[in-house]
Structures are given as C-alpha cells and as structure tokens.
C-alpha cells in the first residue's frame, strides 16, 4: 500500500483522478468507505494531512508528498504511517525547483519552515535533524542500529 500526501484538498481530487485511485480528506463524504477499500484492496490512496494521524495499517510500505511538507511535525506524522507492521517503508518528498529555499527565505522566522527546510535541503543526517527537532535529542542513523538515511549513505539515493 502507498500514500501520497497533498497540502490541499483540490490538488488530492486532482491526483487521484489522474491516478484512478481513491482519496482521502475531510470533506469527503464517505471517507470511511474510501479508507476501507483502499485498506482491502491495496494500492494507492491521495490524502491530505486528514490521513495524517490515527491510521495504524500494516503494509504502508511507500509515501510520497507532494510539495513541501507545512511542518517537521507534520511530516514526521504522515510519514509515521508507514511500516506499522514492521516493514521497511520508503517516503520520497518531491519539491519544485526551489519551492524550499522560497519557503525559508519567505518564513525565515517561523522554526518549523526552517526544520523541514533543513531537513529537505541540507547536508546532515536526516535522523539526526528529525530527532532534534522533536525529541530535542539528536539521534543520528550512526547512533542506533537501524536502516540508515540516504545521507548517512546507508539508504537510497535520493
């Protein structure tokens, strides 16, 4: 099963249309059905950040946001969907060329833009970033014994 996240309910309707898949927000009538057969039948649900907390399904193994995550905790919670039943789980985030950096120069006093901006944008360990900022204790990949981040060069390119 996978999800792709979106930051707006007009761009979740037009996704998963062009995908032919369900989705999920909080305007859609019959949400629960939605989520039911997606849980069912597998493959890919749209959803925007409505998804984003309460769901604990096994065999989330794939998410994609589109666009800029609003938060690190944001993220860290749509993200957190993924790999319930123990499995090994992907999150790919795809940004427009330079929509981050027009982020944090546009919010440069908002602590959230800037964490997620990091996070996306910089040089250092993704764990690390993610643990800092919400457990104020930096964990790196290098700290723990675990599946490693794309920049600590134990994980995927990206």
């Known amino acids: 099963k996978g999800v792709v996240y979106c930051k707006s309910k007009p761009q979740c309707e037009a996704i998963a249309e062009e995908l032919r898949c369900a989705h999920y927000h909080a305007d859609v009538v019959d949400r629960g059905d939605q989520l ?7 493959g ?8 984003g907390t309460g769901v604990d399904f096994a065999g989330i193994v794939y ?6 995550p609003w938060s690190m905790s944001d993220f ?17 985030v795809l940004v427009e060329h330079g929509e981050v950096e027009k982020a944090i120069e ?5 602590i ?4 997620i901006g990091q996070f996306l944008i910089g040089s250092r360990c993704r764990r690390e ?15 723990i014994e675990a599946a490693g981040c794309d920049r600590c060069g134990e994980g995927e390119e990206v």
């Open 44 to 51: 890919i649900i749209v959803a925007t950040s409505a998804l």
């Open 112 to 115: 959230d833009v800037l964490a």
């Open 63 to 68: 998410i994609l946001h589109v666009g800029m």
């Open 129 to 143: 970033l993610m643990s800092s900022y919400l457990d104020q204790r930096g964990v790196s990949c290098r700290d």
């Open 36 to 42: 039911q057969e997606w849980v069912e039948r597998g």
């Open 76 to 92: 860290a919670q749509a993200s957190g969907r993924g790999g319930r039943g123990g499995e090994q789980f992907d999150v790919v």
């Open 106 to 110: 546009r919010e440069k006093d908002e």
